[in-house]
């Protein structure tokens, strides 16, 4: 068995094994603004609930391991002291990646998600309308874990409203595990779907995605693309150029007669199967070139 003493671990190897040994984690997409009312939206794994009455959840926006600095929602929770805790499922799991982007501050992660705001009732953040729950709360403590990288901030959250979506309820009015269909986070670049096992999101950290607030109209109401499609779409760092897309269609004849019966419906069901194979930029060649 191999035994390790956290205090002789780099902070990044430590966590690592933390995520890889700890889970499946709930995953807190938290919503929050900040002085000006600009709205921000994260995601965090280190989250649960913690008591029933008063409710109160905890979610922690650690300290980044690599410079020491702190998250947007974490500044703006201790600022405002108001905080929406929203609830996520496999139907948004893709846009919730995307929002975990570094963009930079005042940047609205609602728009670059491609999330509706939803006004909240009692505090400021705006709820996520997509999310199945949402949680609005008021922040009565936060308590510092440490002061360099990797030291966790515990956001101790009581709940003044919450919101459940009727469709997900059961008969007798509770919420039905199956039609609720959460996600959790594991080690890496692993989720975990309740209802069937792991999958894989790759991480969007590295680079800056263009946003579903990018994608045009005619895409984003697609009929056949789903949220986490255009989720995977706004998670490329460019569109392809002109002369990729082609050298695309002169590498895929098959296309040809696809694209010239410029039935969308069709090309997005194609764009669609490249996405499902987590091939964002081969299904944007598709959507590229039904325009040219």
């Known amino acids: 068995m191999l035994t390790l003493d956290p205090k002789e671990l780099p902070v990044g190897k430590m966590h690592q094994y933390l995520l890889g040994a700890v889970g499946p984690r709930p995953i807190a997409f938290a919503s929050t603004v900040d002085e ?5 939206l ?3 794994s280190f989250f649960n609930v913690f008591s029933a009455n008063p409710p109160v959840l905890i979610f922690s926006p650690a300290r980044r391991g690599r410079d ?3 998250k ?3 500044t703006n929770a201790k600022t405002t002291m108001e905080v929406v805790i929203n609830v996520v499922n496999y139907d948004i799991v893709q846009q919730v990646s995307l929002s975990s982007t570094e963009y930079a501050e005042g940047v609205n992660e609602f728009e670059k998600a ?3 705001m939803l006004p909240s009732e009692v505090v400021k953040p705006f709820r996520v309308a997509e999310s199945p729950v949402q949680f609005e709360c008021r922040i009565n403590e936060i308590v510092e874990l440490g002061n360099e990288g ?3 901030n515990l956001v101790i959250c009581e709940v003044l409203k919450m919101h459940i979506k009727e469709e997900i309820l059961d008969e007798k ?3 039905d595990q199956h039609k609720i269909d959460l996600v959790a986070r594991m080690g890496g670049n692993w989720y975990t779907r309740a209802l069937s096992g792991m999958f894989e999101v790759p991480k969007p950290l590295q680079t800056l995605g263009i946003g579903v607030d990018s994608i045009s109209e005619e895409i984003r109401n697609s009929k056949v693309l789903t949220g986490n499609d255009l989720g995977k779409l706004g998670n490329v760092e460019k569109l392809p150029t002109s002369e990729e897309v082609k050298e695309f269609l002169n590498q895929d004849g098959n296309l040809a007669g696809l694209l010239k019966s410029n039935d969308e419906e069709e090309i997005h069901k194609k764009a669609k199967e490249y996405l499902e194979n987590n091939e964002p930029a081969v299904a944007w060649k598709i959507l590229l070139a039904k325009k040219m």
């Open 72 to 74: 947007h929602t974490y």
């Open 173 to 175: 009015g509770y919420i």
């Open 150 to 152: 990797g030291a966790g």
């Open 68 to 70: 020491n600095t702190v």
């Open 42 to 44: 994260s995601p965090f």
């Open 114 to 116: 491609g999330f509706t």
């Open 36 to 40: 000006q009312g600009r709205p921000n």
